[in-house]
């Protein structure tokens, strides 16, 4: 069993550069299947779920080769396995956007039913309604989900919830639909405009991405090939950025796109930290012991539902009592429990979470509940008194690329043991 062991007490002082957004590249190596030749994608995170899905893709019939650290070529010329692989597909979330991606090439596919971070009901019926919409069949059972099609057909498609999972689906299954497809009520997240921005460099006809209405005109074929980069990772610049807040540190975020991350830099002001931006860079510094405030989760561009316990890790050391509210998911609460073994003092209820705000945390033995939930206990581990050991390291490894080495570089305290 792997853990982090963490000395603590570290003001983070230096520059870090920001991987890949895991969320485009999971989304974006499905949408590789739709291309009929090789697609070249760089600024690739190498982390789990990338990896799980290369994974996956090769039992399909994909050809993956990794021509460098953080780039790989996917050659989908033969693909002849529309039965994805139970074992694999059960163990994250956006294994669904198989679903989208295989029907538009294949007409059909059958997947198991995503799993992921336990973050309360994640129902995929959005998805569905979406399928089914275009002129495809979807049969859940058994723990599987089969989707087919004789022929889709553009289709007006309205989100009865904002959904990024299954706006990212409806867009992949209306690529080669027939006629024009228009997605109302769609998320709007920079990796949804990712996804698009990839497929329209195949030669799709995607038009709206990053508003509430997107248009799809239908094509029959794309190119044969792409090269492609994917776009910086706004949750781990983010993490960093409330890690410099929380160590009272001084960090250079590098590689990052700022904009992306506007309600947080609002929210950091807010509390009393620091915030410089340049074109590709943020510099966020603190000297003092922040502000109370108040949170709402909400889809993009409010404030990051994958942000939320980084910042309370922030709060629980504010000055005052602050107030989350999570408007995203049920259960996203469990790493309280975690910073309460560390001394904080928070009470979770349903969607809601107060922190009564503590001079400082100590460290303690704790557990990573999801993968947003470890990032955070990492920076609780950083700043608190004393040593934190910190359990369930695949949650971390999930959605960070060498977190630890990156921590380290700032001058945090922190390495990963093996223990027997």
Known sequence: MEKLVITGGTTLTGEVSIMGAKNSAIAILPATLLCKGICTLNNVPNIIDVNLSCQILEQLGSKITWVGPNSLTIDNTNIYNTHAPLDLTSKFRASYYLIGAMLSRCKEIEVGLPGGCNLGARPIDQHIKAFEALGATANCSQGKINVSTNKLIGS??????????????????????????????????????????????????????????????????????????????????????????????????????????????????????NVEICADTIHVWCKNRVNKTVVKTLPYPGFPTDLQPQIGVVLSMANGTSIINESIWDSRFQYTAELNKMGANITAQGKSAIFEGVEKLYGAPVFATDLRAGAALVIAGIVAEGTTEIFNLKHIDRGYENIEKKFASLGAKIERVVEK
Request: net charge negative; with cysteine; hydrophobic share 45%.
């Open 156 to 273: 007006n498609i309205y989100m009865d919830v904002v959904s990024v999972g299954a706006t990212i689906n409806a867009l992949l299954a209306s690529v080669f639909a027939e006629g024009t497809t228009t997605i109302d009520n769609a998320a709007k997240e920079p990796h949804i405009v990712d996804v698009a921005n990839f497929l329209n460099a195949l030669g799709a006809d995607i038009r709206g991405a990053g508003t509430d209405l997107i248009k799809v005109n239908g094509v029959q074929e794309l190119r044969n090939s792409v090269t492609y980069s994917i776009v910086p990772d706004q949750i781990e610049a983010g993490t960093f950025m409330l890690a410099a807040i929380a160590s009272k540190g001084d960090i250079l975020i590098k590689n990052c796109i700022p904009e992306h991350l506007d309600p947080l830099t609002s929210k950091i002001l807010e509390i009393g930290g």
